[in-house]
């Protein structure tokens, strides 16, 4: 059974600082990566799908990547602001789960002024 | 557009009550899911759609049910509350059942299981 793990689970970080957030998976097979976020008592939103045939995908601040030989995404912030203060997940699907989404726990990223 | 419409936000239930969560999209979705979200536990698939008239299980089915008669429509039911089931409740649709598409998620809905 295919597994995530996110590293960090929480992470603080002062405005203006890069940084990266980690997933990665029991099962390297993997098809297609998400990474969402969520917050507090909201739904979640995609922000960057990296699809089989891609290596990774970026979006104004974010930019995500997936090294399919490791089974490890990372989602790279830029330049953080207080509204980013969020938790993020991964999700990824494979040929094996039937192309079930399988979710990370998420990392709870707090970005102080 | 509306998005994916779920309702409703907050529930609260005693044990052995049935209910329906309600589900909607707008965007003729094909992929249509509902997960629960707890707490150290991240997000698990009860069940999934990839067309009307088709439904299959996902990670933890027991104790819900679902059909789906229209592309716009995926409704979870409760055939008997159980304290376990208190949870939050997500909707999720995507152009793609093979997850190559970006996967839009409902608001959600809060459910407490006396």
């Known amino acids: 059974k295919q597994e995530v793990t996110q590293i960090p689970a929480a992470l603080s970080v002062p405005e203006g600082e890069n940084l990266v957030l980690n997933c990665s998976f029991t099962d390297s097979a993997i098809y297609n990566l998400q990474w969402f976020r969520q917050d507090p008592g909201k739904g979640l939103t995609s922000l960057l799908l990296i699809q089989s045939s891609q290596r990774e995908q970026t979006s104004g601040r974010l930019n995500a990547s997936l090294d399919k030989s490791s089974g490890r995404s990372t989602l790279y912030i830029a330049a953080s602001q207080p509204g980013d203060s969020a938790t993020y997940l991964c999700a990824g699907n494979s040929r094996q789960s039937n192309y079930k989404l399988t979710f990370g726990k998420g990392t709870l990223l707090t970005v102080n002024p | 557009n509306a998005g994916v419409t779920q309702t409703p936000k907050f529930q609260v239930l005693k044990t052995g009550q049935s209910m329906t969560l309600q589900c909607a999209q707008d965007m003729n979705h094909e992929y249509m899911s509902w997960y629960r979200q707890d707490p150290g536990m991240g997000l698990r698939l009860i069940h999934y759609?990839?067309?009307?008239?088709?439904?299959d299980q996902g990670e933890v089915p027991n104790g819900y049910n679902v059909s789906r008669s229209t592309t716009e429509d995926f409704p979870l039911r409760l055939l008997s509350a159980a304290p376990s089931q208190t949870s939050v409740y997500f909707c999720a649709s995507s152009y793609s059942w093979q997850g190559n598409e970006k996967l839009f998620f409902g608001s959600g809905t809060q459910l407490s299981v006396l």
């Open positions: 759609s990839v067309g009307a008239g088709i439904t």
